[in-house]
């Protein structure tokens, strides 16, 4: 988990009271952070992946002056109208499509300000922006910059000077001797023509994700900032500019817009009250549940709770009742010894999860960890797959609005990511899938292997499976199958006791092609529930 290090007297100064460093370290604690240090400068805390509005010095300070009754309730942000706009060029949807921006005006800014907005752009950038694939971040003195912008993409030989460089480069040689070019090249090595930002007088301002323009830096004195976000995913860049230009509202900037952007309307979302006093064993009134959630930054109308537009991690009331305990205190609730007597036991299953684990990792496989949901492009299109897929009422997004059915398209997108590190890449995946059974939705356990390299084929997928199956003292039987997400001819069925348990081959190179994988990749989808049945019936 990320680690803020913040300067102690600009935190105290932006919360509003000189609080004393005892109380500090106890409500910064039961804020549902971390705390590392508390010294005489500085703070140090470590942030919880599902708060990226706490990795700035201004967010965590916003929190935390709520948190201790100081500026309680929803915290209110005007946009000002502006003529500043932008326009999209058609080809960047190929290479980085999603966009925002926005004007802040009247920064003072010093060292420690500075410091504070490098940091809030590395943190988000690195956490919510997944390490720039997904959301980065350009930050700009404004006074250098013309308007209207273009978004757009040039060729490897257009020049133009990068930050901290004196003379002109190609986006080429940026990626190939510029240190941030050669970190973060595998984000661009793909794609024919680059991302840029460019104004009405031609100067660059930006080649996202990998670099600012030297023109367009900030430095002490700058007051006004233009900010621009690029990414994969339209929903975090704008999350990411809403955190972004509300932490420089709460150093006294003036919010501007860019074309539409930013929405920063609250957001408001319902709950049951008498739900909320069940599952936390209270007994809570209306107005009191309304000073709790004052004291985590919203406030209540009716039954509708009302959240500011940077809270990212508010999916369903679930996350109101989390801040609504976390407002409560921990510390307050009573503690109750259960009546009646139990001996804890391991769970068979999870016993023969971890075995299986241990067998592929002897075979000298990976293990990943990849999200329950998906969407249908991963799970259907792109593998040329025809399964029932349950979707998400209400999905708060398109990459994120099914449950997967299977983890073959999770393994792909691994090795999608990964396409930049060294091969071979041989990785497994324990985990659940959701498959409709009539009314009801079963979640059988399944694994999931991927073998990628060059000389990858059915035959070293073939001996890892058999390899896993003996080592459980039972034996497998194939039958040639047919499977559109896999080589014809190279694709078998796989049954174990007469039941059919999983799935071996050689992927499609057009399934390869849909997820942007050069290599060939064999894969393994075993059902481990199934498995561990047939397993405990031998016995």
């Known amino acids: 988990m990320p680690k803020i290090t913040i300067n102690k007297k600009d935190v105290l100064k932006l919360v509003g009271s000189n609080i004393p460093d005892e109380k500090l370290k106890d409500r910064i604690s039961m804020l549902g952070t971390d705390l590392e240090y508390v010294s005489k400068d500085e703070i140090c805390v470590e942030i919880f992946p599902n708060r990226p509005d706490l990795l700035t010095a201004e967010g965590f300070s916003r929190a935390l002056s709520s948190f201790a009754k100081i500026k309680t309730g929803l915290r ?138 030297e023109e367009t830096k900030l430095k002490p004195g700058t007051k006004d900032l233009f900010i621009d976000i690029t990414g ?16 420089l509202a709460d150093r006294n900037g003036k919010i ?73 205190g921990y510390e307050n609730f009573t503690h109750e010894i259960p009546n009646i007597s139990t001996i804890a036991e391991e769970d068979s299953m999870h016993i023969f999860k971890e075995k299986i684990a241990d067998i592929c990792i002897g075979l000298g496989l990976q293990e990943t960890l990849s999200l329950h949901l998906s969407n249908k492009e991963d799970e259907i299109v792109k593998t040329n797959a025809s399964m029932d897929i349950i979707k998400i009422k209400n999905a708060l997004s398109r990459e994120y609005n099914t449950m997967r059915s299977w983890i073959v398209p999770s393994l792909l997108k691994v090795l999608k990511t990964n396409k930049h590190n060294e091969y071979p890449q041989n990785i497994f995946e324990i985990g659940k899938v959701f498959i409709k ?74 399934v390869l092609n849909n997820f942007e994988i050069d290599n060939p990749v064999s894969i393994i989808e075993l059902n481990l529930t199934d498995l561990f049945v047939i397993k405990s019936k031998a016995k």
């Open 76 to 213: 209110s942000y005007k946009v000002n109208k502006s003529g500043y706009t932008f326009k999209v060029d058609a080809k960047t949807k190929k290479v980085r499509p999603a966009v925002a921006a926005a004007v802040v005006k009247g920064i003072k800014t010093d060292d420690i300000i500075i410091k504070s907005i490098m940091d809030m752009q590395d943190k988000l950038t690195l956490t919510h922006g997944r390490n720039r694939k997904k959301v980065a971040i350009g930050i700009h003195d404004l006074s250098s910059i013309k308007f209207p912008l273009t978004y757009t993409t040039k060729q490897k030989s257009f020049r133009f000077t990068p930050l901290d460089k004196s003379n002109e480069h190609t986006l080429d040689e940026i990626l190939e001797t510029h240190p941030k070019g050669k970190e973060f090249a595998h984000l661009l090595k793909d794609f024919k023509e680059y991302p840029v930002w460019i104004d009405s007088n031609n100067q660059v301002l930006s080649m996202p994700p990998i670099i600012n323009s």
């Open 232 to 247: 994969t995913s339209q929903l975090a860049v704008e999350q990411a500019l809403n955190i972004i230009v509300t932490s």
């Open 437 to 510: 059974k009539g009314n009801n939705i079963a979640e059988p356990v399944r694994l999931g292997i991927a073998l990628c390299h060059n000389k990858a084929d059915y035959t070293e997928a073939r001996k890892i499976l058999d390899s896993i199956i003996s080592s459980i003292g039972l034996t497998s039987m194939y039958k040639e199958a047919e499977h559109k997400t896999f080589i014809k001819g190279r694709v078998a069925r796989v049954s174990v006791e007469n039941k059919e348990v999983a799935y071996i081959g050689e992927i499609h190179p057009e």
């Open 256 to 328: 501007y817009s860019v074309n539409s952007f930013p929405n920063l309307n609250p957001k408001k979302i319902k709950i049951d009250i008498k739900k909320v006093n069940k599952i936390l064993g209270l007994n809570l009134s209306s107005q009191q549940i309304k000073k709790l959630l004052e004291m985590m930054g919203m406030t209540m109308i009716g039954s509708n709770v009302i959240y500011p537009a940077y809270r990212t991690d508010i999916l369903d009331h679930a996350d109101i009742i989390e801040d609504i305990a976390i407002a409560y």
